[in-house]
């Protein structure tokens, strides 16, 4: 028996319209999305998920084809999720036939789905700069705080204005623009952003810019008025002081130079990277809703624990470059972006044997390359390695400096415009190193580093916070990406019966924590290597199930840091 559904479907830049003939006994969703690398042609991702409430004996095997002439290709598969990936020239409307074949218990049955994807053309053309600064702004202390208020730049780059980012004092805080006000703001529209800084007495500067597609635009400052003290009076200098011995002195006293934080991690001691979340700040309205969330979402209802990705085909490949090692470069994907030229011309240090390690199917095949010879690391996605050439072509990538603080360039605490990351990812962040873990162990310590959470889904409205710079699209599960959490300092690792590898792991996320960094497509897990880099220990898929719960978990208040 089949019943007919029409769904209508909006995304980021897309209409699509679904009209799906389906088992009565399961459900159908499709998602799509569209990425636009230029102004001529785009990428059109189609994803198809399926809900199947039947048997789990069933298999299904989803095909996609085009009445134009496009060619789709799989990027993965895993039976009942789906994504699909072709280059389209020209906007409009473009045909697409999803075909779902169901086996059980060798019986066949088709689904058939017809989908048009209607398309805008791409990104507005002529944004050929960044913004200029916000017209001069001012500063007032109020007795609740500080008011800043500015009017939008004179000159938009021929861009919209989506973000203005507002500095003072260690802190850094946005005022976002909602659709509404991107649309309609114009050359009078005036901002008003206030802050309470209760107990604050030094001089404030505050300075403010603004954020187009092209950039970042230049800091307007404006200093709290009424708030620099008085300056001393000091005594005249006579014009012909009597010569006198000088009068030993000890010597002023120095701050100490700031710990350089540990030399077999990157980015430094005051990086988000190698920070700790003691002594945070604890949402314990968001901490309340992350744990029913996670207890009632179907795809994470039934994993009540962390999943440490270690599947030989889903982990994340990785290495610790050396000056012996041969030197690998990145074709392909997003890697022509100005900022990724390092990865197709200077390249990185590589193991041949890591390249045996990326799968060859549909998988996401990730990288993660750190190379301490260079000083940076490389990440990618849907890896082709060529052992002959050397070359590794990729969907995209990404490349930190070491020397950095660890920060996209897009985000206004980076301090090197270098680094460049999707949505602003900690790269480092998205693997479990063999060295560090081993260390760990020896020590009774954590890994010593804040860790990725690949969760099972985030919710698009609740936006994005430090350290990320954006976040995926129709999303309406739980939690901002860069929201951090951890856990409870009160729970006794070792009493619950951790060891080893898994006790090493569990510290990490009770000192450090993790950041919500990416949407799944399945449940939440962190991402580790290929189970043959942790040989030995005890770190498996489950390691820490029937041992730590998501109810052990609480959540930082947003942006905290």
Same mark, same amino acid.
């Given at each position: 028996m089949y019943r007919h559904i029409t769904t209508g479907i909006a995304a980021a830049g897309v209409l699509g319209l679904v009209t799906a003939l389906v088992p009565a006994t399961g459900a159908a969703a499709f998602d799509v999305s569209a990425t636009f690398p230029d102004g001529t042609s785009y990428e059109v991702d189609v994803r198809v998920k399926l809900v199947v409430v039947e048997s789990i004996q069933s298999r299904h095997t989803i095909a996609i084809s085009d009445t134009g002439e496009h060619t789709w290709l799989k990027k993965r598969d895993n039976g009942t999720r789906s994504v699909w990936k072709a280059l389209v020239e020209n906007p409009g409307d473009h045909a697409v036939s999803v075909t779902v074949t169901r086996t059980t218990d060798g019986a066949q049955s088709t689904t058939g789905a017809d989908y048009t994807v209607t398309a805008p053309p791409g990104p507005e053309p002529g944004i050929v700069a960044e913004p200029s600064a916000p017209e001069p702004a001012t500063a007032t202390a109020t007795d609740s705080g500080y008011q800043v208020t500015w009017t939008r730049p004179s000159d938009d780059g021929n861009g919209v204005i989506h973000r203005y980012t507002i500095s003072h004092k260690g802190s850094t805080d946005y005022v976002a623009l909602d659709a509404e006000n991107r649309e309609t703001e114009n050359t009078l529209?005036?901002?008003? =952003?206030?802050?309470?800084? #209760? !107990? #604050?007495?030094? *001089?404030?500067?505050?300075?403010?810019?603004?954020?187009?597609? #092209?950039?970042?635009?230049? =800091?307007?400052?404006?200093?709290?008025? !009424?708030?620099? $003290?008085? /300056?001393? /009076?000091?005594? @005249?200098? $006579?014009?012909? /002081?009597? @010569?006198?011995?000088?009068?030993?002195?000890?010597?002023? $006293?120095?701050? *100490?130079? %700031?710990? %350089? !934080?540990?030399?077999?991690? %990157?980015? !430094? #001691?005051?990086s988000f990277f190698q920070s700790s979340v003691e002594g945070a700040p604890v949402d314990a309205a968001r901490t309340k809703q992350f744990h029913e969330f996670m207890a009632t979402h179907p795809e994470q209802k039934d994993t009540p624990f962390p999943k440490i990705n270690v599947n030989e085909d889903w982990a994340m490949s990785y290495h610790v470059g050396k000056a012996s090692d041969p030197i690998w470069t990145l074709a392909g994907g997003n890697t022509s972006h100005e900022k990724l030229a390092v990865t197709r011309t200077q390249g990185f240090h590589m193991a041949d044997s890591v390249a045996k390690t990326f799968p060859d199917g549909d998988q996401d095949r990730p990288g993660v390359m750190i190379d301490s010879v260079f000083g940076y690391t490389v990440q990618f996605a849907d890896a082709v390695p060529n052992l002959a050439t050397r070359t590794i072509t990729v969907s995209n990538a990404a490349v930190f400096y070491h020397d950095s603080n660890g920060l996209d360039y897009r985000n206004p605490r980076s301090d090197d415009e270098r680094n460049f990351s999707s949505r602003g990812r900690i790269i480092d962040a998205m693997v479990i190193r063999r060295d560090l873990l081993d260390k760990a162990i020896a020590t009774d310590t954590g890994l010593g580093h804040v860790l990725h959470l690949f969760f099972v889904e985030t919710n698009t409205a609740d936006g994005v916070v430090h350290p990320m710079v954006g976040a995926e699209g129709d999303k309406a599960g739980f939690g901002a990406e860069g929201e951090r959490i951890r856990i409870k300092p009160s729970v006794d690792l070792e009493a619950r019966g951790l060891t080893g590898a898994a006790l090493a792991v569990a510290r990490t996320l009770q000192e450090n924590g993790a950041y919500i960094g990416d949407n799944s497509g399945s449940g939440s897990q962190l991402k580790a290597s290929q189970p043959h880099n942790y040989v030995g220990t005890n770190l498996t898929t489950d390691a820490l199930k029937g041992q730590i719960t998501w109810n052990d978990f609480e959540v930082i208040e947003k942006g905290w840091q």
């Amino acid at each position: 028996m089949y019943r007919h559904i029409t769904t209508g479907i909006a995304a980021a830049g897309v209409l699509g319209l679904v009209t799906a003939l389906v088992p009565a006994t399961g459900a159908a969703a499709f998602d799509v999305s569209a990425t636009f690398p230029d102004g001529t042609s785009y990428e059109v991702d189609v994803r198809v998920k399926l809900v199947v409430v039947e048997s789990i004996q069933s298999r299904h095997t989803i095909a996609i084809s085009d009445t134009g002439e496009h060619t789709w290709l799989k990027k993965r598969d895993n039976g009942t999720r789906s994504v699909w990936k072709a280059l389209v020239e020209n906007p409009g409307d473009h045909a697409v036939s999803v075909t779902v074949t169901r086996t059980t218990d060798g019986a066949q049955s088709t689904t058939g789905a017809d989908y048009t994807v209607t398309a805008p053309p791409g990104p507005e053309p002529g944004i050929v700069a960044e913004p200029s600064a916000p017209e001069p702004a001012t500063a007032t202390a109020t007795d609740s705080g500080y008011q800043v208020t500015w009017t939008r730049p004179s000159d938009d780059g021929n861009g919209v204005i989506h973000r203005y980012t507002i500095s003072h004092k260690g802190s850094t805080d946005y005022v976002a623009l909602d659709a509404e006000n991107r649309e309609t703001e114009n050359t009078l529209r005036e901002y008003v =952003w206030t802050k309470s800084t #209760a !107990g #604050a007495t030094d *001089p404030l500067t505050f300075q403010v810019r603004a954020i187009n597609d #092209a950039g970042r635009s230049a =800091w307007a400052e404006a200093v709290v008025d !009424g708030v620099a $003290p008085e /300056p001393e /009076p000091t005594e @005249p200098v $006579p014009t012909d /002081p009597e @010569p006198t011995d000088p009068e030993p002195t000890d010597p002023e $006293p120095t701050d *100490p130079e %700031p710990e %350089p !934080g540990r030399t077999d991690l %990157p980015y !430094g #001691a005051d990086s988000f990277f190698q920070s700790s979340v003691e002594g945070a700040p604890v949402d314990a309205a968001r901490t309340k809703q992350f744990h029913e969330f996670m207890a009632t979402h179907p795809e994470q209802k039934d994993t009540p624990f962390p999943k440490i990705n270690v599947n030989e085909d889903w982990a994340m490949s990785y290495h610790v470059g050396k000056a012996s090692d041969p030197i690998w470069t990145l074709a392909g994907g997003n890697t022509s972006h100005e900022k990724l030229a390092v990865t197709r011309t200077q390249g990185f240090h590589m193991a041949d044997s890591v390249a045996k390690t990326f799968p060859d199917g549909d998988q996401d095949r990730p990288g993660v390359m750190i190379d301490s010879v260079f000083g940076y690391t490389v990440q990618f996605a849907d890896a082709v390695p060529n052992l002959a050439t050397r070359t590794i072509t990729v969907s995209n990538a990404a490349v930190f400096y070491h020397d950095s603080n660890g920060l996209d360039y897009r985000n206004p605490r980076s301090d090197d415009e270098r680094n460049f990351s999707s949505r602003g990812r900690i790269i480092d962040a998205m693997v479990i190193r063999r060295d560090l873990l081993d260390k760990a162990i020896a020590t009774d310590t954590g890994l010593g580093h804040v860790l990725h959470l690949f969760f099972v889904e985030t919710n698009t409205a609740d936006g994005v916070v430090h350290p990320m710079v954006g976040a995926e699209g129709d999303k309406a599960g739980f939690g901002a990406e860069g929201e951090r959490i951890r856990i409870k300092p009160s729970v006794d690792l070792e009493a619950r019966g951790l060891t080893g590898a898994a006790l090493a792991v569990a510290r990490t996320l009770q000192e450090n924590g993790a950041y919500i960094g990416d949407n799944s497509g399945s449940g939440s897990q962190l991402k580790a290597s290929q189970p043959h880099n942790y040989v030995g220990t005890n770190l498996t898929t489950d390691a820490l199930k029937g041992q730590i719960t998501w109810n052990d978990f609480e959540v930082i208040e947003k942006g905290w840091q």
